[in-house]
């Protein structure tokens, strides 16, 4: 039953970073080509990182049918949508949140089954939630990336993975586990948005 759970949330996180993809795309004014190659670039770029470092093979998407089929429906779906309606910027703030909040603890939940250290799980949660993020904004020529541009994003998945840790560790399950720690993911990011919440520069920016 916590495996089914679990597999309904990562197609939900799919979901939600697919879209992101098509809303990026659309905000970059590509064609529907363009939309397509963002979303399945932000849906599973983070997974196929996590599962080439841990040496998983073959690739996780490459033999789940209902995955990829989730984001091809929900991308050209996304793209209908947009055809007669214009969506407000935040929108693919908050889509992208949802993204990040559960494929972070997916992402977490799968290196913990790997046996690799917990600093390893964190980390490698962290790449599998923001990976497709950074893909996404490089394809659409934004640079640096939203990552690297003082957002409390990756802090807010790295949250989101210590509490995943430490409620495994403590015996919750994993759909409580889960649901917890994509909460404050999602809680933290969306906080950020809100309040205008920003990581400080490595270095103040030279007047003039």
């Known amino acids: 039953m916590a495996g089914a759970m679990l597999h309904v949330l990562y197609l939900t996180g799919i979901a939600a ?3 992101s993809g098509v809303l990026a795309a659309h905000r970059a004014r590509l064609d529907p080509f363009g939309g397509l ?3 399945f670039a932000a849906a599973i770029s983070g997974g196929t990182l996590r599962d080439l470092i841990l040496g998983r093979h073959p690739l996780y998407w490459t033999h789940d049918r209902l ?3 989730v984001i091809a429906s929900t991308a050209v779906a996304t793209m209908v949508f947009l055809r007669y309606r214009e969506l407000p910027h935040r929108s693919l703030m908050t889509v992208d949140a949802v993204g990040l909040a559960v494929v ?3 992402g977490a939940r799968a290196a913990i089954d790997a046996g690799v250290t917990p600093f390893a799980a964190v980390l490698l949660a962290v ?3 923001v990976t497709g993020e950074v893909i996404r904004d490089v394809l659409c020529g934004e640079f ?3 990552l690297l541009r003082e957002e409390v994003y990756a802090t807010a998945a790295l949250l989101g993975a210590v509490c995943y840790l430490l ?3 403590l015996g919750t399950g ?3 586990a889960a649901a917890v720690a994509a909460s404050l993911v999602f809680a933290v990011r969306m906080g950020a948005l809100h309040f205008g919440l920003h990581l400080p520069r490595l270095a103040q920016r030279p007047p003039g």
């Open 104 to 106: 972070t603890v997916i």
């Open 67 to 69: 995955l990829l089929t």
């Open 144 to 146: 640096p990336p939203l």
């Open 174 to 176: 994993p759909a409580a």
């Open 127 to 129: 790449l599998t939630g």
């Open 37 to 39: 190659v963002l979303a």
């Open 167 to 169: 409620l495994d560790r």
């Open 17 to 19: 970073f697919a879209a």
